[in-house]
T-cell receptor, first 111, second 111 residues
Framework: EDQVTQSPEALRLQEGESSSLNCSYT??????LFWYRQDPGKGPEFLFT???AGEEKEKERLKATLTKKESFLHITAPKPEDSATYLC????????????FGKGTKLSVKP | DAGITQSPRHKVTETGTPVTLRCHQT?????MYWYRQDPGHGLRLIHY???????DKGEVSDGYSVSRSKTEDFLLTLESATSSQTSVYFC??????????FGQGTRLTVV
């Protein structure tokens, strides 16, 4: 069964304190792994797609990496505006766009 | 996302009444999706469409039906709403090969 597990469920950081969020997955043929950011009361906002092990992508203070079993979202020197819930999702090979989501990591960055 | 509009944004309805949620896109994408988001479950796929009049079931399709008579509109119908269908509903479109972009959501409360 395709499955995505995110950890930790919640993370509190001080401004400037770097950390990483984890997304472990089991899927029958990975077509893509996706990271989204979701603010309260809003829809998920697309951040990254990773397709194969070893791939990395960066956007401002965020860097996503991928191995055969997990992905990390590294947050460098976070700011309060980075506070949000971060969602990880996978798409299995052969599926018509169906994304399997994890439950998310709620990140709080205090000034 | 500016290319996707969901309506209504909020709705309260009574148990047993029919409810239709609308998703409208302005970008002419082939694939459209309906997800629901509940605490402790993350986002789960209800139904998806891969073209006009072409739809298929997702993970949690019981109690829901969909229709797509035009490329730009994807409708989700609860034939007889139940309290278990209280949730936040998100529509998504697929841009490119794999990347899904979400609307702002519809918060539905069934009383």
């Amino acid at each position: 069964e395709d499955q995505v597990t995110q950890s930790p469920e919640a993370l509190r950081l001080q401004e400037g304190e770097s950390s990483s969020l984890n997304c472990s997955y089991t899927v029958s043929g990975l077509r893509g792994l996706f990271w989204y950011r979701q603010d309260p009361g809003k829809g998920p906002e697309f951040l990254f797609t990773l397709y194969s092990a070893g791939e990395e992508k960066e956007k401002e203070r965020l860097k996503a990496t991928l191995t055969k079993k997990e992905s990390f979202l590294h947050i460098t020197a976070p700011k309060p505006e980075d506070s949000a819930t971060y969602l990880c999702a996978v798409q299995a090979g052969g599926s018509q766009g169906n994304l399997i989501f994890g439950k998310g990591t709620k990140l709080s960055v205090k000034p | 996302d500016a290319g996707i509009t969901q309506s209504p944004r909020h709705k309260v309805t009574e148990t047993g009444t029919p409810v239709t949620l609308r998703c409208h896109q302005t970008e002419n994408h082939r694939y459209m999706y309906w997800y629901r988001q509940d605490p402790g479950h993350g986002l789960r796929l209800i139904h998806y469409s891969y073209g006009v009049k072409d739809t298929d079931k997702g993970e949690v399709s019981d109690g829901y039906s969909v229709s797509r008579s035009k490329t730009e509109d994807f409708l989700l119908t609860l034939e007889s709403a139940t309290s278990s269908q209280t949730s936040v509903y998100f529509c998504a479109i697929q841009r490119g090969d794999t990347e899904a972009f979400f609307g702002q959501g519809t918060r539905l409360t069934v009383v």
